[in-house]
């Protein structure tokens, strides 16, 4: 019996183990997100339906690779650097070049051999000219290929002088254009001085290279990227080219420089949101083309997001006038954790080859160089295959017969195209240039390719550096407009060598389409001839868009030394047109007032140009001309009411900056002070404060005093008083502010008080803050008023200490010190303690982060972070943005998850001033006249000073003001954390940790409206900015109470191509609408015909109906949708 019992339990045990291991055998244990096995990583890629991703090769053969590129030959070069980002004490140099050959069906390279090596920490490299180039620290470099298999040798310095400061921004983004020269970028920090043969060249920031490797002659292509760091740079098949910027992040079409250019003036650099068609950061850039892959991925670009681990692909649109980047599915998402794919290439077969550097750290200065976790040893390069399309056969081109190579130019493959250029570039141009004469003169008229085919016969002129002017005639009158603007731009190439280059453009300018006239102010823009002035500005007969405007007005101001002697001795007349004549000498500004003052008086001005022209001489004129500009002012009849006020703001800006004012009687400005506009009653208000108009003080003492006056009126009567000064004024306005008047009246005419006796108006702010600001006040600009002054923060703190202030008070001026960036210590302490938040600064050791670390793995809730992340009390979002949304002061956090480790997360906010992110550094200036400013340091000069403050966009400060500057740590303060508890910041830090990594906290490409301000209902004044969730959804609850009644949320739409718009809202309960002032009934689905330009939408909510229902709003796809359109971001 024992027997059959033990028998019985075996076979139960038995029968259990294997229902209960079914499921666990059948249930996938999940990837390791951070394997070194390349399959792991293989596996944990998704890609769209029908791809499939190949192991090229990996380490040993490759390791951080940072550039890839094809030869002719169909031979890929992979540029190695094992020693980034720095080498060690003792390491000798062996960073390299590998050149990988002969794939198989599952794409692995079955030869390698190393081509160049013992390089140090090199940033670009490509293939040509019988070698490779590659770019080292300060030098371009060649390496000749010789006749046997071993390395390439014979190593030549072709150009020196390029910047070092940066490793991660020197030479990088090598590429072949479609003209044969060899572009290259440089980086925001790096100042390159380069000696050529043809005199020196200089840049100081970001710009892409242009290089004709023939004659060495070096030209910049392109600074409208000077503040960026781009890493990609891509053609398009029609010779437009884009670029994809690593930081601080977006894509842009090109706005090729002139060789005139010999500076960086800011006016002559095209602002980045101008010329900006898609946003996200980016490393790499490639554009889809050829017949391995599907016909509606045609011209598509590529490009990696090196921070979320995905390969992103966008549609390119094109209106004629600018270029639009849809977000479309990514081709690549990775899950493992060291994918970084930072260069994307078409490769001769078709396939899309991608370089993974292959890291978990990323960062270059944040964390230590020496940091273990910094991975030497490993990288790897990826194939992506269409698995229903067979790839394609490399052409053969090295060493084809010149008339085979010329006809494939005819390929569909822009691969193909380009290499068969390079290939005749490198062959004896004396028998290229008649084959491919013959060539052009056999091509079929009715070919459907024939514009196309002209274009590359066009760009092999270029190739071999011959003209042939019937071919550029025929291309420039082309009944395809991509044609006729790519003829356009090598004409501006061959002006030198093309009789009647200035007659040409001129016709040109004339053309329908806008980039054709864009293209021909550009070739205009680089001839030294004051004709060529005279001829860009006939492109203003058309529609004119802000590309065409900015590139005509730096026409203008570059030739400006040729073309304004020759109008002034009368022998250039621009044929007589007015409206030609005044936008040419509105862009020379100050040395063309007296000529507008004369066309102003003798009423030659055109009436849409009337204002602008008024408004230059306000600003720039003398007394006498200014006298002009304040008659039509007050007294002009065909001039707005915001024109009006413009006129006064620059009158106003002339009197502070140049101390320059009108003659004649200027109390005639006061008949503007009750006007009904309050722009124009507080701008003709500060006028007689800046202007000294003591008959005035009374009437300005009233409205300063009135409490019913709107803020802005209000604000600009104590700016005024300040303005007149004297004992008189500190009187006034320390009876403003002393106790019985009222609130926004006595902060208001405290913070005026600061800049005429510190210690009056501390005392008068210590009794203001001693009680709790009554329901809807803030004492904000007070606390602001006092950081701006020197000494003001010392002054008031000394108070405070004295006469401690009310809580709510003290945890407005915390918060007011964390969105200033202001360190404070005194103030802080004093506030800190009424607030009940004061604390020892936190210790950061070993020990102490790893319980930190293993509080936010363990406790740490990225929903509750989210939540502390959006408190207003924090400030996060004055200085930084997510997904656009937000400020630009700090980085945009997006996908801080996915490129910073936890512990650096945790000592950025714990300890923000031990390691400073570069271009992160806070610059504090004081001036003569005692204000003080403190921001991130965005450009110098030796005119001006600009600083980025959480609050304002652009401080722009003379260098002639400044008393003091000194550069400080982070603006983002210490001890911010103190108001959390620890709990709060283990939320807050998984929540950082979690952003762009796969999942809710990942921020996708959908167009949804994030940046949203609100107010109790649509005609209230006072909007407050409120940005959306990282899921697109705005929570309406935290706008206010629960029990307020209704929510105005309002956001705006800029409409790049008119047309239909599709808008999708999740949900219409009770909401009404306003398009552009005007009702419109709200549905889910929404299609709007919206003209170009920015649209402001806003939502009124019920919230009694709505209850708590957040509010998102999409722009998304539709049929019958044709517009093109995005969000307005940013703070």
């Known amino acids: 019996m024992k027997c059959c019992k033990t028998a019985f339990l075996t076979a139960l045990t038995a029968w259990c183990l294997v229902i209960w291991s079914a499921p666990v055998a059948a249930q996938k244990s999940p990837l390791n997100d951070l394997s070194d096995d390349p399959e792991v990583a293989r596996q944990l890629m998704q890609l769209p339906e029908g791809f499939e991703v190949q192991l090229v090769a990996s380490e040993p053969t490759v390791i951080n690779p940072i550039q890839i590129n094809f030869d002719a030959r169909g031979r890929l070069y992979v540029l190695c650097v094992p020693r980034y980002p720095q080498i060690l004490p ?8 590998v050149m990988l050959d002969d794939f198989d069906k599952t794409g692995k390279a079955r030869r390698s051999r190393v081509v160049v090596d013992g390089l140090m920490v090199p940033t670009g490299m490509m293939p040509g000219d019988g070698g490779v180039y590659v770019g080292q620290a300060e030098s371009l470099l060649h390496f000749r290929e010789g006749k046997g298999t071993g390395k390439f040798g014979d190593k030549r310095i072709v150009l020196s002088g390029f910047g070092t400061a940066d490793t991660h921004h020197t030479l990088n983004t090598f590429r072949w254009g479609p003209d044969s020269s060899l572009y290259f970028n440089q980086g925001v920090y790096i100042h ?15 710009c892409i290279w242009q290089l004709r490797t023939d004659r060495l002659k070096l030209e910049v292509f392109d600074r409208s990227i000077l503040p960026n760091n781009t890493w990609g740079h891509a053609f398009d098949a029609w010779g437009q080219s884009f670029i994809a910027s690593a930081w601080p992040g977006a894509l842009n079409v090109v706005l090729p420089d002139s060789p005139l250019h010999k500076n960086t003036q800011q006016e002559l650099v095209p602002p980045l949101k101008m010329t900006q068609i898609g946003a996200e950061r980016h490393c790499g850039l490639e554009i889809v083309s050829g017949r391995h ?36 599915p990514p081709l690549v998402v990775s899950k493992h954790r060291k994918f970084r794919p930072i260069d994307i290439k078409m490769g001769p077969d078709g396939a899309i080859y991608i370089a993974d550097l292959y890291q978990q750290i990323i960062q270059h200065n944040q964390v230590d160089f020496r940091d273990p976790r910094r991975d030497h040893t490993r990288g790897r390069i990826w194939r992506v295959v269409r698995k229903d399309r067979p790839l394609l ?31 005749l570039a490198e062959r004896d141009r004396k028998t290229v240039a008649p084959a491919l004469a013959k060539w052009v003169n056999q091509l079929d008229p009715k070919d459907a390719d024939l514009q196309r085919h002209l274009l590359e016969a066009l760009w092999t002129y270029q190739a071999i550096d011959q003209v042939d002017e019937p071919l550029l005639l025929r291309a420039m009158r082309s009944e395809d407009a991509r044609l006729r603007a790519a003829a356009t731009r090598v004409l501006g190439a061959w002006h030198d060598r093309v009789p009647d280059a200035i007659r040409l453009l001129g016709t040109q300018a004339a053309d329908a389409n806008p980039r054709v006239r864009l293209e021909v102010v550009g070739a205009l823009n680089r001839i030294p ?64 007032v007296p000529t507008l003052v004369g066309l102003l008086v003798k009423n030659k001005v055109p009436p849409e140009n009337r204002a602008e022209v008024l408004q230059l001489v306000a600003l720039l004129g003398k007394a006498e001309d200014q006298s002009l500009a304040l008659r039509e002012m007050v007294e002009g009849s065909q001039i707005s009411v915001t024109d009006r006020s413009r006129v006064a703001e620059s009158l106003a800006q002339a009197a502070r900056e140049r101390k320059v004012q009108p003659t004649g009687d200027l109390d005639r400005i006061a008949i ?36 019913k006056a709107d803020d802005q009126r209000r604000e600009a009567a104590v700016s005024a008083l300040v303005d007149l000064g004297g004992k008189r004024s500190i009187a006034q306005l320390a009876r403003l502010s002393a106790e019985g008047q009222p609130y926004e009246v006595r902060q208001q005419a405290i913070a005026g008080l600061t800049m005429l006796h510190l210690d009056e108006a501390a005392r008068h702010a210590g009794d203001l803050l001693g009680k709790a600001p009554p329901p809807g006040k803030d004492p904000s600009n007070l606390f602001a008023a006092f950081l701006a002054r020197k000494d003001g923060s010392q002054s008031l703190a000394k108070i405070l200490h004295q006469q401690q202030p009310a809580t709510d008070s003290a945890k407005i001026g915390l918060r007011v010190l964390v969105e200033r960036g202001v360190i404070a210590v005194e103030l802080q302490l004093a506030m800190q303690k009424a607030a009940g938040k004061i604390g020892e600064k936190r210790q950061l050791d070993a020990v102490e ?27 996060c979002y004055q200085c930084h943005a997510l997904g656009g949304a937000g400020g630009r002061v700090g980085p945009d956090l997006s996908a801080i998850g996915t490129s ?30 005692g204000r003080t400013f403190s921001g991130i340091l965005h450009r110098e000069s030796a005119k001006e000073v600009v600083l980025k403050d959480p609050i304002r966009d652009e401080v722009v400060i003379g260098v002639s003001d400044i008393d003091e500057k000194r550069v400080g740590g982070s603006l983002m303060p210490d001890g911010l954390d103190q108001s959390l508890t620890d709990a709060e910041l283990a939320d807050l830090f998984r929540f950082l940790a979690e952003l762009g990594k796969p999942g809710p906290y990942s921020i996708t490409h959908r167009l949804v409206a994030r940046r949203w301000e609100f107010a109790p209902d649509e005609n209230a004044s006072g909007w407050k900015p409120i940005y959306a969730k990282v899921s697109g959804h705005l929570p309406l609850g935290e706008t206010f109470a629960a029990d307020h009644p209704t929510t105005a949320a309002r956001c705006q739409v800029d409409v790049v191509t008119a047309g239909k718009i599709a808008l999708h809202l999740n949900d219409i309960q009770g909401i009404t609408l306003r398009l552009d002032g005007k009702a419109i009934s709200p549905q889910p689905k929404m299609s709007l015909e919206l003209a170009r330009g920015v649209h402001t939408l806003i939502f009124s909510v019920d919230r009694r109906v709505r209850k708590d229902l957040d509010l998102r709003l999409e722009l998304a796809e539709s049929a019958g949708a044709m517009g093109q359109a995005r969000f307005v971001d940013g703070r």
């Open 90 to 97: 003792g390491q000798a140099p062996n960073d390299y070049v």
């Open 192 to 206: 390159s001085t380069v000696e050529t043969p043809y005199g020196p060249r200089q840049l100081f920031g970001g």
């Open 293 to 328: 892959l599907p016909d509606d991925w045609q011209g598509n670009l590529l490009t990696g997001d090196f921070l979320s681990h995905r390969v992103y692909r966008y549609a390119m649109t094109d209106d004629g006038q600018r270029f639009h980047a849809k977000p479309l």
């Open 393 to 423: 056969e490399i052409p053969k081109l090295f060493n084809a017969p010149i008339e085979q190579v010329l006809d494939h130019l005819k390929a569909p493959e822009q691969w193909t195209r380009l290499n068969a250029k390079r290939t």
């Open 529 to 592: 001839s004051a004709q060529a002035v005279s001829a860009g500005m006939r492109a203003l007969d058309a529609t004119v868009d802000p590309l065409l405007e900015f590139s005509l007005q730096k026409l203008a101001i570059l030739h400006k030394p040729l073309w304004y002697p020759e109008f002034q001795a009368g022998r250039l007349t621009f044929d007589g047109n007015a409206r030609h004549t005044a936008f040419a000498l509105k862009a020379i500004r100050g040395d063309a």
């Open 672 to 707: 503007y002070f009750s006007h009904e506009n309050a722009r124009l009653a507080s701008a003709a208000i500060r006028l007689a404060g800046v202007w000294k108009l003591e008959a005035q003080r009374e009437r300005l003492n009233e409205w300063a005093s009135n409490p």
């Open 849 to 875: 982060m790893k319980r930190w670390i293993a509080l936010v793995q363990s406790q740490g809730d990225p929903a509750r972070g989210e939540a502390v992340f959006r408190r207003s009390t924090l400030g």
């Open 900 to 929: 910073a480790q936890l512990d650096y997360l945790i000592e950025s906010i714990l300890l923000p001033s031990k390691v400073v992110r570069e271009g992160y550094t806070t610059a504090h200036v004081t001036t003569k006249d």
